[in-house]
């Protein structure tokens, strides 16, 4: 009998994961970006790799793009390559952490011409999303100071919201903008949007389209990020996640690699809120940089252990646990939702995919279909994924 039972199975059909585009380019820490044979050279290869991990996993139906760097000539040919090949284009991700203008803030400058370019670049994200036909605009802004006194915080928190009013704004009604914190990083005293709070904060002034997206990455060592989801999703701000996996800062390793007890403890968290259910609209999304792995394998690993991770979460016995949680059985409690965790899920998992006509091991399949050969061989001079491309 299957160690996951069939109710639980069929929600797992729900389950959707979004690839950003940037995990197919080659990327590197700031000492060496070591390229990988086989990286693409451009968006539409980018998406092509996209789609052979959701060709094996049927897990990964959407691509995320980050502009300027998947930008394109026609969207509408860009969007009908990626239906060609079974997937559909997601979130796009805006930049304005790569110019010189933004050397003191791009949404939150002293100088009005700066943040006139930058939401002028929002604008330019909301007429690609018309075209792509996404929902989602999602802000991360590389946007602080370096030196106490050097900036005016109060000030910059104040035109943060207006320029985020003016995007706002512009947005169609089905659209949404999706702010992402994270506590430190280029800026090294003080960050705009440094946590939840404050992401939270400036969504709310803006309205019911404006959500938080919590990178997993994107915390200082030990914070509890299952308690931020419990409270974004009790708010209904909780807009996406980033999941990826760090041992020390922003590290963008596979999902679920460094601590993946932390990954069941957030989905545990998710199921309760009713994250899981699509009108909850919280997008699963990945961000990861793959720059010593091969990368089509790195996402299919990704999106494999964030499927793990979710069955074991709906394995929680929520009857038993909230019962014991009454009872102040403490360790009863606890009891409940590490046999949950304990549970090896694979061999259901597998049997799940064989029954849906899907490898039982994607990992395996995709190193056997070739297209790695194929694609080590066909394509010459692949790029980075955006820095210096
Ligand atoms: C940031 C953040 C964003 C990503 C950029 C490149 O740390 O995680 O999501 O777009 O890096
Ligand atoms: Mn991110």
């Known amino acids: ?153 109060r000030g910059r928190q104040d035109r943060l919201h207006e320029s985020l ?62 308690f931020i989801v419990a409270q974004l999703l009790r708010l209904r701000k909780l807009g996406s996640f980033d999941f990826n996996s760090r041992f020390y800062a922003d590290d963008d390793l596979i999902v679920g690699a460094a601590d993946p007890f932390q990954l069941f403890r957030i989905l545990h968290e998710v199921n309760r809120g009713g994250g899981f259910a699509s009108e909850s609209g919280v997008v699963f999304m990945l961000d990861q940089c793959h720059n010593i792995e091969q990368k089509i394998p790195g996402q299919i690993r990704s999106v494999l252990n964030v499927q793990e991770m979710t069955a074991r979460a709906l394995l929680v016995d929520a009857d038993a646990l909230s019962a014991a949680q009454r009872a102040g059985d403490v360790l009863g409690a606890n009891d409940i939702l590490m046999d949950a965790f304990y549970t090896d899920v694979r061999p259901a998992l597998a049997d799940w995919r064989e029954e849906r006509g899907l490898p039982r091991d994607p990992m395996r399949a995709y190193a056997e279909s070739g297209y790695q050969v194929e694609i080590e061989t066909t394509r010459i001079g692949g790029t980075q994924a955006g820095w210096g491309a």
């Open 165 to 226: 009013s003016t995007i706002y704004e512009r947005l169609g009604d089905e659209q949404r903008l999706v702010l992402e914190y994270k506590f430190f990083e280029p800026a090294f005293y003080h960050t705009d949007v440094p946590d939840w709070g404050t992401s939270y904060v400036q969504c709310a002034a803006l309205g019911e389209r404006a959500v938080v997206c919590l990178d997993t990455g994107h915390h200082a060592p030990g914070t509890n990020i299952e």
């Open 1 to 153: 009998m299957s160690t996951i039972p069939t109710d639980i199975l069929s929600e797992l059909e729900l389950q959707s994961i979004e690839l950003p585009s940037w995990a197919f380019g080659n990327s590197g820490t700031r000492f060496k970006v070591f390229a990988t044979p086989g990286t693409p050279r451009d968006p539409y290869e980018k998406i092509a790799d996209a789609a052979q991990v959701h060709r094996y996993t049927a897990l990964a139906p959407t691509v995320a793009l980050h502009i300027p760097w998947d930008k394109v000539d026609s969207y509408d040919d860009l969007r009908k390559h990626a239906e060609d090949l079974g997937v559909a284009l997601g979130t796009i991700n805006s930049n304005t952490f790569q110019d010189d203008d933004y050397k003191f803030g791009a949404l939150t400058h002293e100088d009005p011409a700066v943040r006139r370019k930058a939401i002028d670049h929002h604008f330019e994200c909301i007429d690609i999303m018309h075209k792509t036909g996404s929902r989602d605009l999602k802000i991360w802004l590389a946007e602080g100071s370096n030196y106490p006194g050097q900036a005016d915080l």
